[in-house]
T-cell receptor
Framework: DAKTTQPTSMDCAEGRAANLPCNHS???????VYWYRQIHSQGPQYIIH???NNETNEMASLIITEDRKSSTLILPHATLRDTAVYYC??????????FGTGTRLQVFP | NAGVTQTPKFRVLKTGQSMTLLCAQD?????MYWYRQDPGMGLRLIHY???????AKGEVPDGYNVSRLKKQNFLLGLESAAPSQTSVYFC????????????????FGPGTRLTVL
């Protein structure tokens, strides 16, 4: 079973920041937090990952709480193309990704 | 680069028939994976391979076999298809993990929609 808890769905206005939460209260010390998204039944796409520190790349920012029991993915300026299912995943390494049901983000005009 | 490609894109089988799904990647990746995704669900790992000639079971391996004879190809076989295997199948690949301090993203193919009647 997935070890993360995410809201089933969220809405966001275009141009606003989308903040997607993820709870992972049983995270182990060497487990990373990964985020992927899946746009309309396409193959999933990697977004970002982190261990302890906050991370930022060209797509998003990842904020991890100090106790590492929760995190937030931030899309700073959501567009209609960001409408997708977002998966928060815990894993030690590349070959053990377990996808839950994710959060369906709907960006509206 | 084409990235990860999957053949075929769609297929309809009758119960008991067999078929092979082909995944190819041109990124010289060591690791390759097969997932299935049922409606409204997340992806579940069927089998994976950490290198040419090696394979390992994932979360839901029953009813499937795999082979990795060439580094760039990963085959998923269904010997006797069942309606429960109706799903969308995704292949992915990644570079070799070199420790917990380095993460290598998985690159996914477009998927194969399989219906078993």
């Amino acid at each position: 079973d997935a070890k993360t808890t995410q809201p089933t769905s969220m809405d966001c206005a275009e141009g606003r920041a989308a903040n997607l939460p993820c709870n992972h209260s049983t995270i182990s010390g060497n487990e990373y937090v990964y985020w992927y998204r899946q746009i309309h039944s396409q193959g999933p796409q990697y977004i970002i990952h982190g261990l302890k520190n906050n991370e930022t790349n060209e797509m998003a920012s990842l904020i991890i709480t100090e106790d590492r029991k929760s995190s937030t993915l931030i899309l700073p300026h959501a567009t209609l193309r960001d409408t997708a299912v977002y998966y928060c995943i815990l894993a030690y390494n590349t070959d053990k990704l377990i996808f839950g049901t994710g959060t369906r983000l709907q960006v509206f005009p | 680069n084409a990235g990860v490609t999957q053949t075929p894109k769609f297929r309809v089988l009758k119960t008991g028939q067999s078929m092979t799904l082909l995944c190819a990647q041109d990124m010289n990746h060591e690791y390759m994976y097969w997932y299935r995704q049922d409606p409204g669900m997340g992806l579940r790992l069927i089998h994976y391979s950490v290198g040419e000639g090696t394979t390992a079971k994932g979360e839901v391996p029953d009813g499937y076999n795999v082979s990795r004879l060439k580094k760039q190809n990963f085959l998923l076989g269904l010997e006797s298809a069942a309606p429960s295997q109706t799903s969308v199948y995704f292949c992915a690949s990644s570079t070799q993990s070199t420790g917990t301090s380095l993460y290598n993203e998985q690159f996914f193919g477009p998927g194969t929609r399989l219906t078993v009647l």
